[in-house]
């Protein structure tokens, strides 16, 4: 095994098709993506190399800016729900009664397929049947707003069923990052008389601060470049004030046959995640990490 | 020992992908390259894709089987080889084809803003000699047209669909309700329902099409067909104050409460299933749905017994009559530009295109472009009604959004959301039509 593992020759042939592979399918479509970007084509004949007339465009675009807001929007309350899931997670891990059955209860969202997702809140949110609207009329209120169809709520009518989809996701995350902690230091901490809160905040917090230095970038990445829910559910509208960006380059690419324009939206969407990820890699950069010891 | 004998099985099962994955593609280029003869009796494949899978469409997959054997049959040089896939895919599939230029021989297309790019990209073969052949004056008027670029017709149209409003009968009823000839009486209608606690129209408006039926019928009534047409092709425009006219009156309705609650968040589906439980009492949409109100068994008898359809009144004043449809062919058959059999493809459209109008009413509920001799049929009362109405048609305005360009077609469907959300007023409404086809593309 040893023999084989320092071969050169050896080492090239394990790695080749993993990255004949991932050149195929990641890194040669983001460089066509670039090139398309730099052209007019609506997909089916010639393509016009046109420069950085997309480019110049998508800068001044009204509609895009919008939708990168409504991204934003989304990988902030994305970000800030961490902070709920840590805050469960860590209920859950203190072996409270019945924390294993809640752990799955969690998860379950988790399994469902977004489309299967879509369709139960698109039933919950329905205008005259859902069951919001319901309990609200029986509450008294005369007329509950259509949520779906409100311009100024409708953007956050999804945030629920979207935060909701990946909760289960980061409270396993961080249950299981949770459970890695020696429980040697909480028991010393308990005996130098530390109390639940102090074990949390200077304990558990820093020991699981590079899981979750991580899921900050999963949520925040994960949210900009969003689009499942989003799609089946309004498809942006009504009248893009649901529109993210990943579901407004989908469609100017597929529904306006726009692909020059859609390549480069796309592209930009790139670069702003890789912006997003390199910026908060540096504000949650620390000199030293702490180590069980 | 282990790592290398690993090693060999991993790069082994390697080469077998590769190998599967090439062997397939060779296996598709030989059967094309055996059906590039042209001699008669010599064997034929016509690749064939289509988009009626049989989970989904039923009927008219059942009549496509039917007739690509009876081809076979009648021809045993012949292999139809079917692709069939859903919808979005189907639309997906074919520009990825296209770009390779790997088209089926025979396929199946929109009409005009669709069909453009298509056609600029030559890969269409235009299709006239069918048309002056055997299928001369077989169509019904107004539906080639659809298909037709700088004088060619590029596509055989299969279906053709008007859009009358269905209403319930017995909320009408219950209310001593008159079917509205003018549009005062239809607002008239609407208040009296609103009032009485039933939504008057479904509307789905997260589709947004189905909005923009509304928009056409009220520009054709008020502004008239030329103008609308005109607007729509850049000679005119969507400042036409008859056209601006009917924007405000699409945001009068909605401010009237004639549509259901929330309409723009719903689809046409959920739209649609309002009119279905009763609860809201006209719906206007395409001939495509009359086998719900007719043969579909799984709507109860009661409701399909009580579903019948008016005419989009008229608007006192206005320049459109009652006669004037909006409508239009749904899908056609194309012939590929570069196909090796491209005259025993054409001859396959024609053949297809004949037997399909023979059945695709009886079997499908789908009305064919072709003309239908309805005293042949036993057909539902409600589908005669509506085929003597096709023929008194004055006049036929396709769908804005298959008429226009696909960048422009997704103005305007944005901006019939907005309107019916009152997001833009109708002055912006036209405004942005006019900037969008003006783009051109």
Redesign the interface.
Known sequence: MDKVMSNKKMIALYVLPALLLILAIVYIPIVLTAYYGLNEWNGIGRMKFVGLDNYAELLGDRTFWNSAWHSLLLAVFSCASLLVYLAIAMVLAARIKGANLFRKIYLIPMLLSSVAIAQLWLRIYHPSNGIVNSVLESLGFANPPAWLSEPKLVLFALFVPILWQYAGFYILIYYAALKNIPSSLEEAAKIDGANSWQIAWKIKLPLAMEVIKVTIVLAAVGSLKYFDLIYVMTDGGPNGSSEVMASYMYHTAFRAYDFGYGSAIGFFLLVICLVVTWIIRKLTATKDTIQYS | M???KW?VL??TL?VALFAAGCGQKDEGSNASSSAGGDKAGEKVTIKFMHLWPEGVSAGQNKIVNQIINDYQKEHPNVTIKQEVLDNEQYK?KL?VL??SNELPDVGVTWAAGFLK??V??N?FAPVDDLLSGELKDKFVAGTTEAYAIDGKTYALPLEFNIAPIYYNKAIFKKYNLEVPQTYEQFKAVSKTLSDNGVAPIALG??D?WTGSLWYMYLADRIAGQKALADAIAGSGSFKDPGLVQAAKEVQSLVDSNAF???????SNE?GKS?FLNG?AAMYLMGTWELPNYTTNEEIPKEFRDNVGFFKFPTVEGGKGNIDSWVGGPGVGLFVSQNSEVKEEAKAFVEYFVTKWGEQSVTGAGVIPATKVDTSSLDLPQLYIDLFNEMNKASSITLFADVQMP??A??THL??I??L??K??SPEQFSEEHDKAIAKG?
Do not use: D
């Open positions: 282990f790592g290398k090693g991993l790069l390697c997906n520009k296209s770009a790019p298509y600029e990209g890969l408006n997260k947004r259901i609650k929330g309409f723009n968040g719903l959920e309002e609860k696909a960048n077609a997704e944005n901006n959301q907005a019916f959300g997001a833009v593309n």
